[in-house]
T-cell receptor, first 114, second 113 residues
Framework: KAGVTQTPRYLIKTRGQQVTLSCSPISGHRSVSWYQQTPGQGLQFLFEYFSETQRNKGNFPGRFSGRQFSNSRSEMNVSTLELGDSALYLC?????????????FGPGTRLTVL | AQSVAQPEDQVNVAEGNPLTVKCTYSVSGNPYLFWYVQYPNRGLQFLLKYITGDNLVKGSYGFEAEFNKSQTSFHLKKPSALVSDSALYFCAVRDTNAGKSTFGDGTTLTVKP
């Protein structure tokens, strides 16, 4: 079974631009979560989608948004990029929206904002 | 609110020696605990999890973890370390009915030949 895939793997943008990242979960998984990883802040939860609905949201500004499609694929969007948005963005999928289910992570998208 | 602490930023061990990476947690309700490993420029790989049952959980690559409810700890262990075990290790606790995981700050494990 294929793992979680994320595209693109690397992205370079300039301040003020916007970016869209994509995540395809493991087949059959319906829950998709997004995390931001930075050296200073570690792994921070962004949001979680289940059945095309945002179920949880972390403490990030409204510039960060996402959506989930009927095939469970998810996208996250960051508008008006800031230098501090440079990070590794990780997507994780699980079968259900349940604490007992393991989250499986993709390789991440490395975003650099210049 | 739930939280996870990994008190050691760095753990150094010699190849062949046992290793322990420490994790303590704070949750209300039942703890669902996970260990992940991250290699450079890669995503997180699942190692093992504790949901219920035996306090000693066995996982991938010879790793195991011991759940201790009274000490609210979930330490990762391996009887004999390999150089290839050198990586960044994260402990996480998962919400009972949600997709959110809360991660510790990570511990860099270095195994020297």
């Amino acid at each position: 079974k294929a793992g979680v895939t994320q595209t693109p793997r690397y992205l370079i943008k300039t301040r003020g631009q916007q970016v869209t990242l994509s995540c395809s979960p493991i087949s059959g998984h319906r829950s998709v979560s997004w995390y931001q990883q930075t050296p200073g802040q570690g792994l921070q939860f962004l949001f979680e989608y289940f059945s095309e609905t945002q179920r949880n949201k972390g403490n990030f500004p409204g510039r960060f948004s996402g959506r989930q499609f009927s095939n469970s694929r998810s996208e996250m969007n960051v508008s008006t990029l800031e230098l501090g948005d440079s990070a590794l963005y990780l997507c994780a999928s699980s079968f259900r929206q349940a604490g007992t289910d393991t989250q499986y992570f993709g390789p991440g998208t490395r975003l650099t904002v210049l | 609110a739930q939280s996870v602490a990994q008190p050691e930023d760095q753990v150094n061990v010699a190849e062949g020696n046992p290793l322990t990476v420490k994790c303590t947690y704070s949750v209300s309700g039942n703890p669902y605990l996970f260990w992940y490993v991250q290699y450079p420029n890669r995503g997180l790989q699942f190692l093992l999890k504790y949901i219920t049952g035996d306090n000693l959980v066995k996982g991938s690559y010879g790793f195991e973890a011991e759940f201790n409810k009274s000490q609210t700890s979930f330490h990762l262990k391996k009887p004999s370390a390999l150089v290839s075990d050198s990586a960044l290790y994260f402990c996480a606790v998962r919400d009972t009915n949600a997709g959110k995981s809360t991660f510790g700050d990570g511990t860099t494990l270095t195994v020297k030949p």
